[in-house]
């Protein structure tokens, strides 16, 4: 926000004179940076001769690259900036806090801040931290804005970009290693972790995420943290999903096609993407009977593709030789074998509602949760839900069963999805091990209390955990900070480090 304002000027953003946004391309804040962050005068770059892939994981004391961007008060300094983040973190006395990080101590170091002048009265700032507490700095530095909002909000984990570029690296099946067996082919909503996407996202089918007139094509045309600073900031209109346009199943299918003898094409509950239904139903049924016969579209039950589902089907495809019908009901036995759990907690359930989504989503969904839902007391609420499959009823083909957890505070919440997870387990019979996932919305450091949380409620009986970053169709659809976990039982399908 430039002297208080955000202009929304034929679908792109305009801050001041600063054009954030070219035409159907996907709002950039670094043209912001280079415009007039880059003018200013500040500290050097933090990052000059070295980046974060080097060095060891083990040696950050301060693993979260951490950069905000925002219009400050008259009469804010640089050096007042510094004052402020060089304070000692207070230590914490909630236990739900356990694990966000270290009690007390340094904010964190590296710190770098640039201030320049956009127009007359209007210094924006710049400031790149290495912390254990993003959420910390943003909120410091908010109370320096002159409107109480940063415009950009960014934080990394070194440790993983460290791992992606030095390893360990894990044994993950690549796409040529499923040739002349049976293609992945699969929506964009799934979470998968970032080496196992990097293997596998060209046969990603991606959904849109769409932002007053523009559309974006899901980990495509715009990241996640961009599309996460405007949903924060509120920086549109309107803002929605749509489904997987025609064009792009023909274009994957033809491709899978000519590459493998059988296609599996995973995607969400035909209820929840309805046109990502008819489209694939629109292009199936004008292929040659053969080649239709050649396809398997299966329908998940989940609010999300769950990323063991793609996971397990890259590893019977490339490692068992399994068609698409085999696959296809191995997927399914195995979400009924019980000891499952996939649910989440969602902090903002007022975005749903303000974006007219949520009473037709949770009333067509739900059933009954979703109508108790829609007439709560949502706004300043968060909940949370799990999906499963280990219940007697049968479920309706194309739709999704929620379970509500809790509707209340979000730390309430986040204990509460912990306690149903330990009680899914138990229900799995023998000492057997499990594998995590946990996925987060662009804020990696709310991982950590979720991390240790598994490890001390299961402890030995944790195989993997793995971390991902959800899609921007998700983000779209319900607002920031969205967490979601998968746990499912641990067996012979395992992509352990080489």
């Excluded at 500040?42 to 040696?59: M, N, T, V």
């Excluded at 971390?467 to 746990?487: D, K, N, P």
Aim: glycine share 8%; with cysteine; net charge neutral.
């Amino acid at each position: 926000m430039i002297d208080g304002m955000l202009l929304a000027i034929n679908g792109t953003l305009d801050y001041g004179e600063y054009l954030l946004a070219g035409s159907g391309a996907a709002t950039d804040y670094k043209v912001m940076e280079e415009k007039v962050i880059g003018t200013g005068n500040g500290d050097p770059d933090p990052h000059a001769g070295h980046d974060h892939g080097e060095g060891g994981a083990g040696e950050m004391k301060f693993p979260f690259c951490t950069e905000c961007v925002g219009e400050l008060k008259p009469g804010t300094t640089s050096e007042m900036i510094k004052q402020l983040l060089a304070q000692d973190v207070v230590p914490s006395t909630s236990k739900n806090s356990k694990g966000v990080a270290p009690s007390g101590g340094s904010l964190g170091d590296s710190i770098a801040v640039t201030v320049s002048t956009a127009a007359p009265g209007c210094d924006v700032a710049k400031v790149h931290i290495h912390s254990n507490y993003p959420q910390e700095v943003f909120e410091r530095m908010s109370t320096l804005t002159k409107d109480g909002y940063l415009f950009k909000e960014k934080a990394e984990d070194m440790r993983k970009q460290v791992a992606l570029t030095n390893g360990p690296f894990r044994a993950i099946p690549s796409i040529e290693d499923t040739y002349d067996k049976c293609g992945i082919l699969f929506d964009s909503t799934a979470d998968l972790p970032e080496d196992f996407m990097t293997k596998w996202k060209d046969y990603a089918l991606s959904l849109y995420s769409v932002v007053d007139a523009c559309s974006y094509r899901d980990r495509i045309d715009i990241d996640a943290r961009t599309l996460s600073n405007i949903v924060r900031c509120r920086a549109f209109e309107t803002v929605g999903t749509s489904g997987i346009s025609a064009e792009t199943v023909s274009d994957k299918v033809t491709l899978a096609l000519s590459k493998h003898k059988t296609v599996l094409i995973m995607t969400l509950p035909h209820l929840v993407s309805e046109a990502t239904y008819n489209n694939i139903t629109r292009v199936l049924s004008k292929l040659p009977a053969e080649d239709r016969q050649r396809i398997v579209h299966y329908n998940t039950q989940y609010t999300t593709i769950p990323s063991w589902f793609v996971m397990r089907a890259f590893y019977l495809s490339a490692n068992q030789n399994l068609d698409a019908n085999a696959i296809s009901l191995a997927l399914t036995t195995h979400a009924k074998s019980g000891g499952i759990f996939f649910g989440g907690i969602v902090p903002e359930l007022g975005y749903l509602r303000r974006g007219g989504r949520f009473d037709h989503l949770m009333g067509k969904l739900c059933g009954i949760v979703g109508k108790v839902l829609i007439k709560a007391e949502l706004d300043g609420k968060s909940f949370c839900f799990h999906n499963s499959y280990d219940k007697p009823e049968p479920m309706k083909p194309g739709t999704l069963k929620a379970q509500v957890v809790n509707i209340g505070p979000k730390e309430q919440c986040k204990s509460k999805t912990l306690k149903v997870m330990q009680k899914c387990a138990k229900k799995y019979k023998g000492k057997q091990q499990f594998d995590f996932q946990i996925t987060h919305q662009c804020e990696p450091w709310t991982l950590e209390w979720f991390k240790n949380g598994v490890r001390d409620i299961f402890g030995d009986k944790v195989r993997n955990i793995y971390v991902a970053e959800q899609s921007c169709v998700l983000l779209t659809a319900s607002g920031r900070g969205v967490v979601i976990l998968h746990m499912w039982p641990a067996d012979e399908i395992d992509f352990p480090y080489q």
